[in-house]
């Protein structure tokens, strides 16, 4: 009986940067066990523990040896693989080379009434201990790392150099090779609290060695030690913490040993705008801001360490002085940015470029304002609420040049709108200024009145029709300008209730660039455009869980307003959710209509040429017709299916009652006519015909 071992495998480094260990963490909980099942080592469970400093794979029940293997292969046929004298064909040479046998050791045997030619391999069973080496060392090569480097004169490369190895199974020293590296049993501790080096017994105890060196090994152990940290901070100052998820996991993978710690800074600080003081914090320094029960943010921060726990106090000053230099340098932009109103730097846009064929920052201003004077004329904006976007165009990509967002690049906006109400612009100018960046991404929140999101479908909109004017619209697999995420955010603004036009605001916003001389194909950059916001609108409609022949039977009909398709959509959905066999009948009696229907011959019904069925069915058609569009005109899509869900009962009977291909080609012309005329009613709504394929 095989005796099963344990497996430590540590890589030591220098510090790996935080987001690289996290996505290395995951790629190794699946890199581990698949190179041990590639050469067939027998092994129990995988775990993954990793540090800025380290990545360890324990493996469970590890056998001695590889299980024996007899693999059998099919080979092609017999009649191909030998000739009529029984000897062996260049087909059977092929296969027994390609499977490593001599080709005398083909069999022959008879399968489904055919007899083909079988070759048998056995691989015998093999030392795990051997293998292991190149195993592991494929593990290291094959973790992929956004950057790697060299270092020392070897060859190889990695995210930072490799400082140490260590490599058992139980007792036994496995030989890993890297980097002028060779495995042993001694790893590392902290770097400052317990650096070692420290000899590991058995494999086993890499873990427990690790760890009695003042190294948290995991990511989640790390993490809620920070959280109990923050939550005993939180009761000592009384303050509430605010952790981002992706600060949060930067600071976890930062520190071998956290230790979180409360600072302070001087509460003249506090007049300054609380978004640079928190960038200045969290973007900058990744400490964690405080809050008073009003969400008023305090003078204290959390900072979390990975020094010594009993050099707390010298670790708070070191950071509370950091902190003074930063809020110091952020008080005196601010202040400076405030000797000038939000206006003066408009024109200093012109030093800043936008992209080098759409020109500068101040164009792009010309260009926003002018979309958004559409944009409010076309929302039917009172005349005081269209002067207010025309202004916060104006004025939304001012503080770009000032010396605050020039060093705190992420409250970008948000400056500008301090700076408006301190030059006395209205409350609503300066809001719509805080607000034109979002929505940031999918879920966020749209600004707040229609003012605010015209500036921001403005922006966005002269963003992607201006880099699909010159070539530079995403592909598959990139997006450098996050144009995807534009116009996620404008058919977001435009399904919660902006009453605009996109057809209309992409062709203003393709002439404001022809208008400064920019050349391009119009006509197929508008179709481009459109076509982008059609796809991004069915990913949204798809991921929201709308299936997808809804969609496509909607965007059959031909429309392109994003909140239109949306609200057509989900109207069908929940049609066919309600009464799913009725609308699963109506369908297939739209697909039946829409096959035998001939387009050539118009929809004028003679009626004089029509029976009972017929004449119900036209009756009903008309009066349908006739809701469908007044429906349409008030956007009112359920009304609109509801119309047609009439039209079940007159379609079945006319099926059941009469014979289309009638004998008399008048009758037969007029019934088809009919079938338009009742197809007709359909055209924009959906194409049903998309959907039969769901019915029951």
Request: glycine content about 6%; aromatic content about 6%; hydrophobic content about 45%.
């Amino acid at each position: 009986m095989s005796i099963l071992h344990t497996l430590a495998f540590e890589i030591g480094t220098e510090e790996i940067p935080a987001f690289d260990l996290h996505k290395a963490t995951l790629q190794l909980e699946k890199l581990v066990p698949a190179a041990l099942d590639e050469v067939r080592i027998p092994h129990g469970d995988v775990a993954i523990y990793t540090t800025p400093r380290r990545l360890i794979a324990m493996v469970s029940d590890v056998a001695d040896t590889t299980e024996a293997l007899d693999e059998v292969f099919r080979g092609p046929s017999a009649k191909i693989a030998f000739d009529a004298d029984g000897n062996p064909t260049k087909a059977a040479a092929g296969f027994a080379r390609g499977k490593g046998v001599d080709v005398d050791a083909l069999e022959r045997r008879e399968e489904h009434g055919v007899e083909y030619v079988f070759a048998t391999r056995s691989v015998p069973a093999r030392d795990v201990a051997e293998l292991l080496p190149g195993v592991l060392e494929g593990v290291i090569e094959g973790i992929s790392w956004p950057k790697s480097c060299r270092w020392g004169t070897t060859s190889e490369y990695f995210s930072r150099p490799v400082r140490w190895l260590v490599a058992m199974l139980d007792e036994r020293v496995i030989p890993v090779s890297f980097a002028g590296l060779t495995a042993g049993s001694l790893t590392r501790g902290h770097r400052f609290l317990a650096p070692g080096p420290h000899e590991v017994a058995t494999a086993a105890d890499l873990l427990g060695v690790v760890e009695a060196a003042h190294v948290v090994t995991s990511e989640q152990a790390r993490e809620q030690v920070i959280r109990v940290g923050v939550a005993q901070a939180e009761a000592q100052t009384g303050a509430r913490a605010e952790l981002p998820e992706k600060t949060l996991l930067e600071v976890t993978n930062l520190c071998e040993q956290p230790t979180v710690l409360v600072g302070t800074f001087d509460e003249e600080f506090l007049r300054v705008p609380e978004e640079i003081i928190v960038d200045a914090m969290l973007m900058h320094q990744r400490y964690f801001p405080l809050y008073d029960a009003n969400d008023k943010l305090t003078n204290n921060f959390i900072v979390v360490s990975n020094g010594d726990p009993a050099h707390a106090s010298t670790i708070i000053d070191g950071n509370e002085r950091v902190v003074r230099a930063r809020l110091s340098d952020a008080k005196f932009f601010y202040e400076e940015d405030l000797k000038r109103p939000l206006e003066a730097y408009v024109d200093h846009l012109d030093e800043v470029v936008f992209q080098e064929t759409l020109g500068t920052m101040k164009a792009k201003t010309d260009r926003i304002v002018a979309l958004a004077k559409h944009l409010a004329c076309d929302a039917g904006l009172s005349e005081a609420d269209a002067a207010d976007a025309e202004r916060a165009a104006y004025l939304a990509k001012a503080d770009l040049v000032t010396n605050a967002v020039v060093e705190f690049t992420s409250v970008q906006g948000i400056m500008g709108s301090y700076y408006a109400e301190a030059a006395n612009e209205s409350a609503q100018v300066a809001r719509a200024i805080a607000d034109h960046y979002r929505p940031r991404f999918s879920g966020d929140e749209p600004p707040a009145s229609n003012v605010g999101k015209i500036v921001a479908t403005a922006d966005k909109l002269d963003t992607i029709c201006g880099l699909f004017a010159v070539g530079q619209g995403p592909t598959g697999s990139s997006d450098p300008f996050a144009l995807r995420r534009s116009a996620i955010g404008i058919v977001a603004m435009l399904e919660g209730g902006l009453p605009v036009s996109l057809t209309a605001a992409i062709d203003a916003a393709l002439s404001t660039y022809q208008a400064a001389g920019v050349e391009f194909d119009r006509d197929a950059v508008r179709a481009e455009v459109s076509d982008f916001f059609v796809t991004r609108t069915k990913v949204m409609l798809r991921d929201g869980g709308c299936s997808p022949d809804a969609v496509d039977a909607v965007l059959a009909t031909g429309v392109e307003e994003p909140a239109q398709i949306i609200a057509r959509t989900r109207a069908l959905e929940a049609a066919r959710t309600n009464a799913p066999d009725a609308f699963d009948n109506l369908a297939i009696a739209y697909a039946r209509a829409n096959n035998l229907r001939d387009a050539k011959l118009g929809s004028d019904v003679d009626e004089a040429l029509t029976a009972d069925a017929e004449r119900a069915l036209l009756s009903a058609a008309d009066e349908a017709a006739a809701r469908v569009s007044e429906a349409l005109a008030a956007d009112d899509y359920a009304a609109a299916l509801a119309a047609l869900s009439a039209l079940r009962a007159p379609i079945d009977a006319f099926f059941e009652d009469v014979m289309i291909m009638d004998e008399d080609q008048a009758v037969r012309e007029n019934r088809l006519r009919l079938l338009n005329r009742f197809v007709a009613v359909f055209a924009h709504v959906a194409d049903f015909g998309k959907m039969a394929k769901s019915a029951k």
